[in-house]
């Protein structure tokens, strides 16, 4: 049997290769893992853009090449979530045929080494994973998860990780009362960049719930109608015209977008801007740092610090109702029949899976549409 790898070049994103490797024997307390299908978005593009500063390369490395006379291989495997189902088994806990939903690599399978067993899932215990942040570590029983919704798998892959980055930002951004920015009957704008993203419009559709607060999208002139369809932007505002918003607007701007010159014309017009919530990275062409900007300094936003920080306030069992409360609201937002927000397209196979690639990775493509993969 072999195992076949979508591997992506670290510094020049449009350079793919699938690569096929020979399956080696699970060891003791191991399990390989068919991974049956992934979905793909510009969460994912953010993966590879910050794969370095953020360890995303580090959590399914490709083998070093010993004649490339490098210290680690320059190819890369975007971490993807999705769903798998166990096809070799050599751990007692985990049995054949058990469907599970969790971070897995560009690939047709993963090996891995559950521990801290549960009838919820387990964690992959792979030694180089150890040190990386652990909620990217956790694998979930299908059969048992009550988020999971076997007829919207698709649906599934594409928002569950985007609509927790979006309800965390949102909780984070409510438990600052919005830094300030709302007072008395003046509301606080929230400046939300890539606005035609899922997980800018997951944020948005949280946000939208709070009457303090006004959510102004920001996105380009051909995705204009799809934002304003959505219902969850007070306003929708083109790049080109963010001057004609009063300078002295207090504002919060949550980039999903990690473009540097957005970024600079933003902290130099809003002379009001209190925070500034750096996020995603989708347009990769115009990637820069936040040093010496008028305004406060940009700050990274990491998902599972604030879902840490709940979790000890909540209690783990707080913060799952929560949670599953919150997903099945926007799931049905979101599947409305006239109108869905999503159109799940399927690709299968390495050429269609390269295609959806270079298609998320440059923006194109209607933004309706998701993308849900297999190799």
């Not at 927000?341 to 493509?365: K, M, N, S």
Request: proline share 6%; net charge negative; hydrophobic share 40%.
């Amino acid at each position: 049997m072999t195992t076949t790898q979508f591997q992506v070049h670290k510094t020049r994103l449009h350079d793919t290769r699938c690569v096929s490797l020979p399956d080696t024997p699970l060891a003791e307390g191991q399990v390989r893992v068919r991974v049956v299908q992934f979905a793909y978005t510009a969460n994912n593009i953010t993966y590879a853009a910050f794969g370095d500063a953020m360890h995303y390369w580090q959590f399914f490395p490709v083998p070093e090449e010993p004649d490339a006379g490098a210290a680690s291989s320059p190819w890369g495997i975007v971490p993807v979530w999705g769903f798998g189902v166990v096809v070799e088994t050599r751990c007692a806990g985990v049995s054949a045929g058990e469907r599970l939903y969790g971070y897995w690599p560009m690939a047709s399978h993963a090996v891995l080494q559950p521990v801290r067993e549960s009838p919820q899932g387990f964690y992959d215990g792979t030694e180089h994973r150890t040190h990386l942040h652990p909620v990217y570590n956790q694998y979930l029983r299908c059969a048992v998860d009550p988020l999971h919704t076997a007829d919207q798998e698709g649906l599934e892959a594409l928002l569950r990780p985007l609509f927790l980055t979006a309800w965390l930002i949102d909780d984070f951004l409510a438990d600052h009362q919005f830094f300030g920015t709302a007072q008395g009957q003046t509301k606080g704008v929230v400046l939300l960049s890539s606005a035609s993203s899922k997980t800018a419009f997951a944020t948005a559709s949280m946000l939208a719930r709070r009457p303090e607060v006004e959510v102004v999208g920001l996105t380009s002139p051909g995705n204009v109608a799809f934002c304003e369809s959505l219902g969850v932007y007070s306003r929708v505002v083109t790049y080109d015209a963010l001057d004609a918003m009063a300078p002295d607007t207090p504002c919060v701007y949550v980039d999903f977008a990690g473009s540097g010159p957005l970024r600079l014309h933003i902290h130099r017009h809003f002379t009001q801007l209190a925070h500034s919530c750096a996020v995603g990275g989708t347009h990769v062409g115009e990637l820069a740092g936040g040093r010496d900007l008028p305004g406060p300094k940009p700050v990274l936003f990491f998902a599972p610090a604030q879902a840490k920080q709940r979790q000890r306030d909540w209690g783990s069992a707080g913060f799952v109702e929560r949670l599953v409360t919150a997903w099945h609201g926007f799931v049905q937002q979101v599947s409305q029949a006239e109108t869905p927000w999503v159109q799940v397209q399927t690709h299968l196979g390495p050429d269609a899976v390269a295609a959806a690639h270079r298609l998320v990775l440059e923006g194109r493509g209607d933004a309706r549409q998701g993308h849900v993969m297999a190799l």
